[in-house]
T-cell receptor
Framework: AQSVTQPDIHITVSEGASLELRCNYS??????LFWYVQSPGQGLQLLLKYFSGDTLVQGIKGFEAEFKRSQSSFNLRKPSVHWSDAAEYFC?????????????FGTGTRLTIIP | DAGITQSPRHKVTETGTPVTLRCHQT?????MYWYRQDPGHGLRLIHY???????DKGEVSDGYSVSRSKTEDFLLTLESATSSQTSVYFC????????????FGAGTRLSVL
């Protein structure tokens, strides 16, 4: 069965500092990987996705993520965070073998930004 | 968000009563999904639909039923609500391609007292 682990429940970062959110997955084939962001009271918005090709993917709002097959990881990074980045971030895994309906989400990482 | 709306946005109900949540999309997407979001669990799939009248169970389907009589509408029904079904419910939609992403509604906060 596929699974996603986000080991950090809550992270606090100073505005302007760099950010890395961790995501590890378990999947029996080539995974499709996603990062979603959820602002308070809102639905989930896709930040970026990996299907194939270049393992460093760029997303919206200045985020990027790197797929490392050897480490089963897909960590999210941003070089300089803004107060508006405070939100909850979800990593998800799916794949060609199972289609859209088999997207599995991690438990999320809540990001707090301090001045 | 991206042509998908949920109603109601908030609901308070009593244990044992039936509840129906509605998801409506204007994108003519084939797939629709219902998730629930709970602290410490992330999002878990309840049911999904891959076409009109075609539905299947997800990870946490017990106590829930769904119906899809039109492409644009996907209903989630709690036949007899329980306190354990207090949660935030999200609807999502996607195209039929394997690289189509899921777009989410804004959510429905349900409290079962």
């Amino acid at each position: 069965a596929q699974s996603v682990t986000q080991p950090d429940i809550h992270i606090t970062v100073s505005e302007g500092a760099s950010l890395e959110l961790r995501c590890n997955y378990s999947y029996g084939a080539t995974p499709y990987l996603f990062w979603y962001v959820q602002s308070p009271g809102q639905g989930l918005q896709l930040l970026l996705k990996y299907f194939s090709g270049d393992t460093l993917v760029q997303g919206i709002k200045g985020f990027e993520a790197e797929f490392k097959r050897s480490q089963s990881s897909f960590n999210l990074r941003k070089p300089s965070v803004h107060w508006s980045d405070a939100a909850e971030y979800f990593c998800a895994v799916g794949g060609l073998n199972f289609g859209n309906e088999k997207l599995t989400f991690g438990t999320g990482t809540r990001l707090t930004i301090i001045p | 968000d991206a042509g998908i709306t949920q109603s109601p946005r908030h609901k308070v109900t009593e244990t044992g009563t039936p509840v129906t949540l509605r998801c409506h999309q204007t994108e003519n997407h084939r797939y629709m999904y219902w998730y629930r979001q709970d602290p410490g669990h992330g999002l878990r799939l309840i049911h999904y639909s891959y076409g009109v009248k075609d539905t299947d169970k997800g990870e946490v389907s017990d106590g829930y039923s769904v119906s899809r009589s039109k492409t644009e509408d996907f209903l989630l029904t709690l036949e007899s609500a329980t306190s354990s079904q207090t949660s935030v419910y999200f609807c999502a939609m996607s195209g039929a391609g394997t690289e189509d992403i899921q777009y989410f509604g804004a959510g429905t906060r349900l409290s079962v007292l």
